[in-house]
């Protein structure tokens, strides 16, 4: 009983740390361009098809694609900023969820055309295995994802205290006006915060198709994830959300250990409900 | 006086629905200037600033800044050929230190490399290293006029447009900030339009005044003029007091 609670918060904060990645972009998107992206579970599930069409072209292990999957993503991100995003800014409210929800309907229609219904997965990765501590496993390509979570987290945290342009989004996400009249182009600094946001799924992504498959309706699970986890850290604080992905892997364990594994997303969704019912901004947002 | 402008706005009209925020004003404020923009309240000044510095679009007029058209331009746009402001209701970046405000505007003329240079010299300038690592969140008011002005400064204007910098500051503070201004007009060469209701300051600095009423002009002149102008002492205080006035 002991061991496997113990053995589910081991492996629950390392998912954790890799949704804490997921909901990273998606934070950044709301914090920065107050933009809510309903699409961005879809942009995991987009990157983790990418990584496997790359990692079957060149026989890549999956870890390896964000190389390429990071760029596209990045591009596609931009695209996204441009098209529809740029236009929906000074409209109403509805508008920018209805573009938001169509771009998921598309992107998963879309998904399956190419890759068809079937779930895709990777071979076996080179960083499958365990590594044995006592009666506890961690598996390694958790850790890894974990660990390369946290690199990315911490880089995008320097970038955005210590760069031009982090300092322009930050400007940007405090007052976009003043930012824009004291020079900052926000056309520019929200087109980069849409692609860094986008470009961070491919990581996730990349990560994810190591230990797991993909498939066209995938973006449900990681879209709730991510909402859950922002929710819970709120909005300004990157640590916060870094334990708050913790909170919500290791509740992610705990019900598959000690309920069913069906009841995962039960557990995402009670917690969702919770926060939203008891501190709406979270549990380290800032105002 | 130089002969061209440094800004010239022509007939702009900008209106709120029915409301006719500004009516077909026009001015201009020549280099090295310091222009005074007074009126009573909601006469139009804030909104005419917003539209000059690219808030707003006005419906109708042109905004002229050195020679380059400038109506309907993004305000990023106009930052860059050299134009800045502070607010009226002061808009800081609240989860931002003051260091980084300051660099924020910085970097509208400058890269990573010599920022620093800049930012330095601001905040010494205006007087902010005691507060250069706090977070403008919390800080007071007259600081956060401080910090705003900075900010405006660090982007290295050649006009900057003052929404009420003086109210709130007490007489040793409104002394100093005249001071300051003189000063950045003088040695920086910055040329100013300031909005001010603090009556001190308008007479003490400003070499001519523009008077807004309902969104339209109705005067402009030298400080003694302006004083002195009917139409003037009839917006603030009504009709029936000029009689006592003169």
């Given at each position: 009983?002991?061991?496997?609670?113990?053995?589910?918060?081991?492996?629950?904060?390392?998912?954790?740390?890799?949704?804490?990645?997921?909901?990273?972009?998606?934070?950044?998107?709301?914090?920065?361009?107050?933009?809510?992206?309903?699409?961005?579970?879809?942009?995991?599930?987009?990157?983790?098809?990418?990584?496997?069409?790359?990692?079957?072209?060149?026989?890549?292990?999956?870890?390896?694609?964000?190389v390429i999957t990071v760029p596209l993503?990045?591009?596609?991100?931009?695209?996204?900023?441009?098209?529809?995003?740029?236009?929906?800014?000074?409209?109403?409210?509805?508008v920018q969820l209805a573009v938001t929800v169509g771009l998921q309907i598309l992107m998963r229609s879309a998904a399956l055309i190419i890759w068809q219904a079937q779930p895709r997965?990777?071979?076996?990765?080179?960083?499958?295995?365990?590594?044995?501590?006592?009666?506890?496993?961690?598996?390694?390509?958790?850790?890894?994802?974990?660990?390369?979570?946290?690199?990315?987290?911490?880089?995008?945290?320097?970038?955005?205290?210590?760069?031009?342009?982090?300092?322009?989004?930050?400007?940007?996400?405090?007052?976009?006006?003043?930012?824009?009249?004291?020079?900052?182009?926000?056309?520019r600094t929200y087109a980069l915060t849409f692609a860094i946001g986008a470009a961070l799924t491919a990581v996730a992504g990349g990560l994810l198709m190591s230990f797991q498959q993909t498939d066209p309706q995938g973006g449900v699970r990681f879209g709730l994830l991510s909402w859950c986890v922002l929710a819970l850290a709120g909005l300004g604080s990157l640590p916060g959300l870094i334990v708050s992905g913790i909170i919500v892997g290791i509740a992610e364990t705990f019900a598959i250990s000690f309920i069913d594994p069906r009841a995962r997303l039960l557990a995402v969704y009670a917690i969702f409900i919770l926060v939203l019912w008891l501190r709406p901004r979270g549990l380290f947002g800032r105002k | 006086m130089e002969n061209q402008p440094m800004l010239k706005v022509t007939n702009l009209t900008k209106k709120f629905g029915n409301l006719v925020a500004v009516n077909n004003a026009s001015m201009e404020v020549y280099p090295g200037e310091i222009v005074g923009l007074i009126g009573p309240n909601g006469a139009g000044k804030t909104t005419l600033f917003n539209a000059i510095t690219g808030l707003y679009k006005p419906e109708n007029g042109k905004v002229v800044f050195k020679g380059v058209n400038i109506t309907g331009f993004l305000p990023h746009k106009i930052c860059k050929l050299g134009m800045s402001r502070t607010f009226q209701v002061t808009r800081a970046f609240l989860h931002m230190t003051v260091e980084d405000t300051v660099r924020v505007g910085a970097y509208n003329r400058r890269n990573e490399k010599n920022v620093l240079a800049k930012v330095d010299e601001i905040i010494e300038l205006c007087e902010l290293g005691d507060i250069r690592t706090r977070v403008c969140g919390d800080l007071g008011l007259a600081q956060l006029r401080k910090v705003e002005l900075a900010r405006a400064l660090a982007t290295e204007p050649e006009m900057l447009l003052l929404d009420e910098a003086g109210a709130g500051l007490n007489a040793t503070e409104l002394s100093a900030f005249m001071t300051l201004l003189q000063s950045l007009n003088k040695d920086y060469h910055i040329t100013f339009c300031v909005v001010e209701h603090v009556m001190q300051m308008v007479m003490g600095i400003c070499q001519r005044i523009v008077v807004l009423d309902s969104g339209e002009l109705i005067a402009s002149g030298t400080p003694s003029e302006i004083s002195h102008n009917q139409r003037v002492i009839e917006a603030y205080l009504g009709k029936r007091a000029v009689n006592y006035v003169n």
């Open positions: 009983m002991i061991e496997t609670a113990t053995q589910s918060v081991i492996t629950g904060t390392m998912m954790g740390i890799i949704y804490a990645l997921i909901a990273l972009g998606l934070s950044i998107i709301f914090g920065v361009m107050n933009v809510v992206n309903f699409a961005h579970g879809d942009f995991v599930m987009l990157a983790m098809y990418l990584s496997f069409t790359v990692g079957t072209l060149f026989a890549w292990d999956a870890v390896i694609t964000p993503l990045f591009v596609f991100g931009l695209i996204t900023y441009y098209l529809l995003i740029d236009r929906t800014l000074r409209q109403m409210y509805v997965a990777l071979q076996y990765s080179f960083i499958q295995g365990n590594i044995e501590i006592g009666p506890y496993s961690i598996l390694t390509s958790r850790l890894v994802g974990a660990v390369v979570s946290l690199i990315f987290i911490g880089g995008i945290a320097y970038f955005l205290n210590k760069t031009w342009s982090g300092k322009a989004m930050r400007a940007a996400s405090d007052d976009l006006d003043v930012a824009s009249l004291m020079g900052v182009n926000y056309h | -």
